[in-house]
């Protein structure tokens, strides 16, 4: 069959409005969760983590929530400013593994 | 503070050349990690080291691919021969602890393409 490059989702926001990025995870026995923003040229930079063991957890200007009966994870910005513009991935890590498992990430556009 | 230090930044090559990737790891960091992003396939674990070892490889695509930490500082990443499909951007990573507990540090990536 003919190969399809990864379709990545994208979301636009206004300068000022918050933003909600998703990610359904594959691993139930997943146990720690990260956040990663990658801006153009550059490698992705770590936002926040979580555990299993946890529902919610707050940064500064970030949030992320912890669906675990969904395997569902979403990263919140609080007044995305143009500098939060960048593709978003998230990681997990099933228990006992030495490895993080990247989503395909999400393209984050700020509207000035 | 110096993050994780990769060169080249960007390689152009042609198919069969052999090409060398080059990290530096964050000082003080035991594991190190090489990825691999595409658009077709996102982000990829080729091999990690802790403490210099190779701990799984089980992501390097073929044996075009090596890898080497002979020291604490220093990573190679090895392709040879080269072929158009291995055009990526490649990262290095490192943590300073045990795989898959802490984030990992990403350095800027070096961009290949082969011709």
């Known amino acids: 069959g003919e190969s399809v490059g990864l379709h990545l989702p994208t979301l636009s926001v206004q300068e000022g409005d918050n933003s909600i990025i998703n990610c359904a995870y594959s691993?139930?026995?997943?146990?720690?969760f990260i956040w990663y923003k990658q801006e153009s040229g550059k490698g992705p930079q770590f936002i926040i983590d979580?555990?299993?063991?946890?529902d919610k957890r707050q940064g500064q200007r970030v949030t992320v929530l912890l669906n675990k009966t969904v395997k569902h994870l979403s990263l919140q910005i609080a007044a995305t400013q143009p500098g939060d513009s960048a593709v978003y991935f998230c990681a997990e890590n099933p228990r006992r593994s030495d490895q993080f498992y990247f989503g395909t990430g999400t393209s984050l556009t700020v509207i000035p | 503070d110096a993050g994780v230090i990769q060169s080249p930044r960007h390689e152009v090559t042609e198919m069969g050349q052999e090409v060398t990737l080059r990290c530096k790891p964050i000082?003080?960091?035991?594991?190190l990690f090489w990825y691999r992003q595409t658009m077709m396939r996102g982000l990829e674990l080729l091999i990690y080291f802790n403490n210099n070892v190779p701990i799984d490889d089980s992501g390097m695509p073929e044996d075009r691919f090596s890898a080497k930490m002979p020291n604490a500082s220093f990573s190679t990443l090895k392709i040879q021969p080269s072929e158009p499909r291995d055009s990526a951007v490649y990262f290095c990573a490192s943590s300073p602890v045990v795989p898959g507990i802490g984030e990992l540090f990403f350095g800027e990536g070096s961009r290949l393409t082969v011709l």
């Open positions: 000082s003080g960091h035991n594991s």
């Open positions: 979580i555990r299993s063991n946890m």
């Open positions: 691993n139930s026995a997943s146990d720690y």
